[in-house]
């Protein structure tokens, strides 16, 4: 954490403070210096390990014209899982081939766009999906590359909201009962389809590699029964979900131990099965922008109770971070204006909206508070933003990349206006 002369917390060269003056708040900050750096690691490892690879950023931690740029500038490609995350990295210019196209339901509108925009890859999720998309591939005369989602029955040890590989599953073919073999039958057979890989994703805020390795071993195995079969299979995708700090309290492996450990697992069992070592694709959110992003508020209310608890309240909660109340998520505060000041009580953050679970921090010592202050939560770059709602009609925060003491504006703050803008008033009578 920077602090600067004035004893403000200041990310990537800008003084907090100043910026939530100029922008307002609610408002996130990105340091996009430290989201570039996450990338080009990703790529140093990979380059040390030695293996054909791709790097697929999942949008969905992130997803806005100006990330996708930077992913795309990066070297990353894109996983999107709708047509609004589609059209958001169509809009920023990155080019459909680089585009890798997830989800559990695809509407047949957002297949057929996906298909008319010639996304590079989908990562085909279920036996319907694969029909739809083998016929809308044959009447646009296109042949659709997919990879195959396959459920590997591995339990994430991780909160079951974000656990997605194990067998009671909505995502992807079931390994266990057979279903992933009988999708590689029925991809082979598709004439519109040409299936070149597998796919699969645990979970998410993972912080040990061993379920990643389990996954990777039992995917090799059905890489190369895909082999045999005859499938012009290339790629093994495993995935994102590596675990980040979000306070002191957590210890994730370093990614690059992660890859380490994964690349070194599909070489071995490849090699037990003799067939060519697969393209190594992983698809991380979290990790890459999550410990980029702040978020600072303005600090209103206060309300003690005597022996039971502060209550201190900001201007958001719940409609842009809603982790603490889906997930139980644990986040460090700070008092952006008073950096140099002693703590002197704990205080729980609540936001603004009608109800109790409306947290943001369950417990922050902080110095003596004041309404005006700016309050800074750390580490909401993932999935925050992403999750914005418009409960209670509060309008979605302004975001800004920070960098070499320059601040840029990529998503405009909401308006009153703009939270109506859609509403139809009934007619007057
Ligand atoms: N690939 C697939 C197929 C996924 O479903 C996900 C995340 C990722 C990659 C990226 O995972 P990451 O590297 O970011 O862990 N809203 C939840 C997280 C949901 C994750 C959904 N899938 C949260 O706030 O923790």
Same mark, same amino acid.
């Given at each position: 954490?920077e602090?600067?002369e004035?004893?403000?917390?200041?990310?990537?060269g800008?003084d907090?403070v100043?910026?939530?003056?100029q922008?307002?708040?609610?408002l996130f900050?990105?340091?996009e210096?430290f989201?570039?750096e996450?990338?080009?690691?990703l790529? +140093?490892t990979?380059?040390e390990?030695?293996?054909?690879?791709?790097i697929?950023?999942a949008t969905?931690?992130?997803?806005?014209?100006?990330?996708?740029?930077?992913?795309?500038?990066?070297?990353l490609?894109?996983?999107?899982v709708s047509?609004g995350e589609?059209?958001?990295a169509?809009?920023?210019?990155v080019?459909?081939?680089?585009i +890798?196209?997830?989800?559990?339901?695809?509407?047949?509108?957002?297949?057929?766009?996906?298909?008319?925009?010639n996304?590079?890859?989908?990562v085909v999720d279920?036996?319907?999906e694969?029909?739809?998309?083998?016929?809308i591939g044959?009447?646009?005369?296109?042949?659709?590359?997919?990879l195959?989602?396959i459920?590997?029955?591995?339990?994430?040890?991780?909160?079951h909201?974000?656990s997605?590989?194990?067998q009671?599953?909505?995502?992807?073919?079931d390994l266990e009962?057979?279903?992933? *073999?009988r999708a590689?039958?029925?991809?082979?057979d598709?004439?519109?389809?040409?299936?070149?890989?597998?796919?699969?994703h645990?979970?998410?805020q993972?912080f040990?590699?061993?379920g990643?390795?389990?996954?990777a071993e039992?995917?090799?195995e059905?890489?190369?029964a895909g082999?045999?079969?005859?499938?012009?299979?290339?790629?093994?995708?495993l995935g994102?979900?590596?675990g980040?700090r979000?306070?002191?309290?957590d210890?994730?492996?370093?990614?690059?131990d992660?890859?380490?450990?994964?690349?070194?697992?599909?070489?071995?069992?490849?090699?037990r099965?003799?067939?060519?070592?697969?393209s190594i694709?992983?698809?991380?959110g979290?990790?890459?922008?999550?410990?980029a992003?702040?978020?600072l508020y303005?600090?209103?209310?206060q309300?003690?109770?005597?022996?039971?608890?502060?209550f201190l309240?900001v201007?958001?909660?719940?409609t842009d971070n809603p982790?603490?109340?889906?997930?139980?998520?644990?986040?460090?505060a700070?008092?952006?204006?008073?950096?140099?000041?002693?703590a002197e009580?704990?205080?729980?953050?609540a936001?603004?909206?009608?109800?109790s679970g409306d947290?943001?921090v369950?417990?922050?010592?902080?110095?003596e508070?004041q309404?005006?202050?700016?309050?800074?939560?750390l580490?909401?770059?993932a999935?925050?933003?992403?999750?914005?709602?418009?409960?209670?009609?509060?309008?979605?925060?302004?975001?800004?990349?920070?960098r070499?003491g320059k601040s840029?504006l990529v998503? *405009?703050?909401?308006?009153?206006?703009?939270?109506?803008?859609l509403d139809?008033?009934?007619?007057?009578?």
């Amino acid at each position: 954490m920077e602090i600067n002369e004035r004893g403000h917390l200041q990310i990537g060269g800008c003084d907090t403070v100043d910026l939530a003056t100029q922008y307002g708040t609610p408002l996130f900050v990105y340091d996009e210096a430290f989201i570039r750096e996450q990338i080009r690691a990703l790529h +140093r490892t990979f380059r040390e390990l030695g293996v054909n690879y791709e790097i697929s950023y999942a949008t969905k931690a992130f997803c806005t014209m100006a990330m996708c740029q930077l992913a795309h500038q990066e070297g990353l490609t894109l996983d999107v899982v709708s047509g609004g995350e589609l059209y958001t990295a169509l809009k920023a210019g990155v080019p459909a081939a680089n585009i +890798r196209f997830h989800g559990n339901n695809k509407t047949l509108a957002e297949l057929e766009f996906g298909v008319a925009s010639n996304v590079g890859i989908f990562v085909v999720d279920n036996f319907v999906e694969l029909a739809a998309l083998n016929d809308i591939g044959q009447r646009h005369g296109k042949t659709v590359q997919v990879l195959l989602r396959i459920a590997p029955g591995i339990e994430a040890h991780t909160h079951h909201y974000i656990s997605t590989g194990q067998q009671d599953s909505k995502f992807g073919f079931d390994l266990e009962s057979g279903q992933a *073999e009988r999708a590689m039958a029925a991809a082979l057979d598709a004439e519109s389809v040409r299936c070149i890989g597998l796919h699969c994703h645990i979970g998410s805020q993972i912080f040990d590699p061993s379920g990643h390795v389990a996954a990777a071993e039992l995917m090799c195995e059905l890489y190369a029964a895909g082999v045999r079969m005859g499938l012009p299979f290339s790629v093994l995708n495993l995935g994102g979900g590596f675990g980040i700090r979000y306070t002191q309290d957590d210890h994730p492996t370093p990614v690059a131990d992660y890859l380490g450990a994964m690349v070194a697992a599909v070489r071995k069992e490849i090699d037990r099965y003799g067939v060519g070592m697969p393209s190594i694709w992983i698809e991380p959110g979290r990790s890459i922008v999550g410990a980029a992003g702040t978020t600072l508020y303005t600090v209103g209310s206060q309300k003690v109770i005597p022996d039971v608890r502060n209550f201190l309240a900001v201007d958001g909660g719940m409609t842009d971070n809603p982790r603490l109340a889906l997930y139980d998520a644990e986040y460090v505060a700070v008092m952006a204006n008073k950096m140099a000041e002693r703590a002197e009580e704990t205080w729980t953050i609540a936001g603004k909206c009608c109800e109790s679970g409306d947290i943001v921090v369950r417990s922050a010592p902080l110095p003596e508070p004041q309404m005006g202050d700016i309050l800074a939560v750390l580490a909401t770059g993932a999935y925050n933003y992403s999750m914005v709602s418009h409960y209670n009609r509060i309008p979605h925060p302004a975001v800004v990349f920070v960098r070499d003491g320059k601040s840029r504006l990529v998503v *405009e703050r909401e308006t009153w206006e703009d939270v109506v803008r859609l509403d139809r008033p009934l007619e007057a009578e």
